[in-house]
DNA sequence: CCTCCCTGATACCTCCGATGTATCCGGCCA
DNA sequence: TGGCCGGATACATCGGAGGTATCAGGGAGG
């Protein structure tokens, strides 16, 4: 096995095995790479792949740290690998989402709470009658964002962010091929939020799940 | 934004406009440096970078290529991701498990074949009458992979497979420590194939919904 | 006495050039 | 024809030099 790799699995065993904690700072790259027995420049190599996937934060003129690994940040790498899958696999992803959505739906519907049930009925009513298509996009993904932060699992919430990316541009071209999509789409969504309301977990599920297949549906029929 | 990032998003880039497909061979290092205008370390960097998460597949003496872009391949990251994470969040990554897991099952009860399921039996019984935990994990880990891939989506297959690492070190816990754990374990199996064979999808959800359900509260419980 | 600016130390950033090593391919020999 | 061998190619690794961002501490000014 190459050095730099060598040098990737044992800082990652450090930090599994409990050696460097969240926030920890490490050795400055000289003594790091003498105490791996490597020179800088491969030492860089393996600490700027970690950095890429948000296991070491790295500040130039203080020094490298091992981040927080919260589920959150370490799945927000998912969504830069996902962002090279071809259009012939968004239907995959959006099959799994399908299948998650609904279900951290039904969940945010026991433990969400009124303000933020308050907050997501402003957020809906906040759009005017003939948004763009950007906005109608970016409410689309806070609305969902907020619902599955309710879920209290925070690995759903950012799989489900990570998942979101991909169906992004699919949801932009559907705003613009597809006239009644906006009025439909926002009707779906006071129905998601009057079943979070009444603290109906089935009905919740249930328009989360229309909710996807009607845009898996149409993407399915253009593709 | 330091070099090394500009020419991983420039990478980045060339690959998922097309001007770089899967399988495609990068100019060598010291062009492809120049191309970018930055030096051959930095540029390493960047596609060691990028290799770790499979998107490139360096070859020593040959070149740096393009992965295959698969799924199941860009996925396989996640799992490197995935073991990062402490205890206290696998309780999190099992719920996780457990929505997609009965979804995978119900949707292989319409798509697996006869040979498939003749296969799965006879690995069943081709445990012997005292299998040891190593044996009974692996063959546990097989077994979910295997219906799961018959269930036709290869992201949902790869995420499965992803999710499942963490897990497993508590299968083993669990398997050192409950006696009737592995007679139980075994028989949700066969229930579950019993149902796969009866293309019966509601009861195949549910029987693997019991059969994660019961790791999970074991582990509950335990923590 | 407190605040602001400057300066030095520290640590990462980028580059260059050289040497080692694995792979591929074409020519040579039996 | 088939296998062996050496050159060409491309990545692997190294050591050192100069640049830049950050932080902490000291001194001038209010």
Known sequence: MA????????????????????????????ELAAEL???????????????????????????????????????????????????????????????????ATAMASALIDDDQLDALSAQLDALGPAPSVEELVACDLKFHRDIVGASGNSVLCSLLDGLSGPTTR?????GLTQEDAVSRTLHEHRMILGALRDRDAEAARSWATVHVASVEQWLRSTL
Chains 1, 2 share one sequence.
Do not use: C
């Open 3 to 30: 050095v730099t790799d060598e040098a990737i699995e044992k800082i990652k065993g450090m930090i599994v095995s409990g050696a460097l904690r969240p926030g920890d700072r490490l050795p400055k790259e000289s």
């Open 37 to 103: 027995g490597l020179s800088r420049n491969s030492l860089r190599e393996a600490v700027r792949a970690l950095s890429l996937i948000r296991i070491l934060d790295v500040r130039q003129g203080d020094g490298t740290y091992v981040t927080s690994l919260d589920p959150q940040l370490l799945l927000e790498a998912l969504s830069f690998v996902v962002d090279f899958h071809r259009d012939d696999t968004v239907l995959e992803f959006l099959a799994v989402r399908r299948i998650l959505e609904p279900a």
């Open 170 to 174: 699919a949801r932009v071209w559907r």
